[in-house]
């Protein structure tokens, strides 16, 4: 099956500083890749559609210049969470949707973040 | 606005029984998903569920859509403890192109 690999797994870093977390497609090509954040015992909040070779498109309420989204190529798109502050500390998944097929969205394992 | 309700919210049961994990949305949708999430990991795609009557079955869970009432049901039967996770409906709107909106959750815990 289609395998999405995120890295970090796991990030701590100081408040202030920014983090870039990478989200891959292994084994297929992903013109779209979504952003989630879960907060503990939560559900998925989608903050940001990522579409290769364009702007990413951002939900309502989620900082565009805090949360740096780029989707440099077909099987890459990265997230950078920058100035973050303690409240940014939460989970966070990223998915893909293979380019021959909309069907389904492929979740990476998470990066969870954690900011002191 | 698509919103996607569950429940209950969190279910105890006790090994051997039966139980149904409520998925009800508020507008038209496409395609409706049923993932599994254990504690500290990401989502794992349970069912796909397509059309008006659409019935998938994997084991112990079995999946249903009934469009015209916008409701999914997943069933769990003769449960196991291996089944205890948290289990989240999502659903691809008609209007929302490739975007999930998801369900609350359902934190299963599954006790002998």
């Known amino acids: 099956g289609a395998v999405v690999s995120q890295h970090p797994s796991r990030v701590i870093c100081k408040s202030g500083t920014s983090v870039k977390i990478e989200c891959r497609s292994l084994?297929?090509?992903?013109?779209?890749m979504f952003w989630y954040r879960q907060f503990p015992k939560q559900s998925l909040m989608l903050m940001a559609t990522?579409?290769?070779?364009?702007?990413?498109?951002?939900e309502q309420g989620v900082e565009k210049d805090k949360f740096l989204i780029n989707h440099a190529s077909l099987t890459l798109s990265t997230l950078t969470v920058t100035s973050a502050h303690p409240e940014d500390s939460s989970f966070y998944i990223c998915?893909?949707?293979?380019?021959?097929?909309?069907?389904?969205?492929?979740f990476g394992p998470g990066t969870r973040l954690t900011v002191t | 606005e698509l919103k996607v309700e569950q429940n209950p919210l969190f279910l105890s049961m006790q090994e051997g029984k039966n139980y149904t994990i409520y998925c009800n949305y508020s507008?038209?949708?496409?395609?409706l998903y049923w993932y599994r999430q254990d504690p500290g990991k990401s989502l794992e795609s349970l069912f796909v569920?397509?059309?008006?009557?659409a019935v998938k079955q994997e084991g112990r869970l079995m999946a249903s859509l009934d469009t015209k009432a916008r409701l999914s049901t997943l069933h769990i039967t003769a449960a196991v403890h291996d089944l205890s996770a948290t289990y989240f409906c999502?659903?691809?709107?008609?209007?929302?192109?490739?975007?999930?909106?998801f369900g609350t959750g359902t934190r299963l815990a599954v006790r002998p």
């Open positions: 999502a659903v691809d709107g008609k209007s929302s192109g490739d975007k999930l909106t």
């Open positions: 569920l397509l059309s008006n009557g």
């Open positions: 998915s893909a949707r293979d380019r021959g097929q909309r069907l389904e969205q492929y």
């Open positions: 084994d297929f090509q992903a013109t779209t």
């Open positions: 507008t038209t949708s496409d395609r």
């Open positions: 990522s579409n290769e070779g364009s702007k990413a498109t951002y």
